[in-house]
């Protein structure tokens, strides 16, 4: 595998651990190790470190697409939980858009596990905010 990709500019995303191995306008993918300190009992991931792994990659998405000093946020997020993702494994977002439009983005993300199984879809909606104008 080659090197992470730096998320030093996302100081919650590297808190957690998530990992950028691949980032493109029409694709991230990222990781999220299991720890014992991310996980519910009973030692599985917990489902907002999930959401958290998923929001990271969408908003990544998201700003690989923006232009002239846009910004984002997150104005939407839905989670359909489908497994479990144990403790000492790895859940790897796969991101990649649905709508990719001048004031929105709609990113769908996958979260598997290491056995390739599906454990979430995420669907998320990105606002483009355009810069202030100075008066």
């Given amino acids: 595998m080659s090197q992470p990709l730096d998320i030093s500019y996302l100081p919650f995303a590297k808190l957690l651990g998530i990992e950028l191995v691949e980032a493109g306008p029409d694709r991230v993918v990222a990781t999220l190790a299991v720890a014992k300190e991310l996980c519910t009992i009973p030692d599985i991931l917990h489902g907002g470190a999930i959401m958290s ?3 990271t990659a969408g908003a990544v998405a998201t700003v690989l697409n923006l232009t002239g000093g846009a910004t984002t946020t997150t ?3 839905k989670t359909n939980f489908l ?3 144990p403790l000492g494994d790895i859940a790897t977002a796969t991101c990649e858009p649905f709508h990719k439009g001048g004031r929105l983005m709609v990113w769908q993300t996958k979260i598997t596990r290491g056995d390739g199984r599906l454990c979430a879809v995420v669907t998320q909606s990105q606002m483009v905010l355009e810069p202030r104008k100075k008066a």
């Fill in 53 to 55: 792994l998923a929001d």
């Fill in 75 to 77: 104005v939407e997020s």
């Fill in 83 to 85: 497994a479990p993702v």
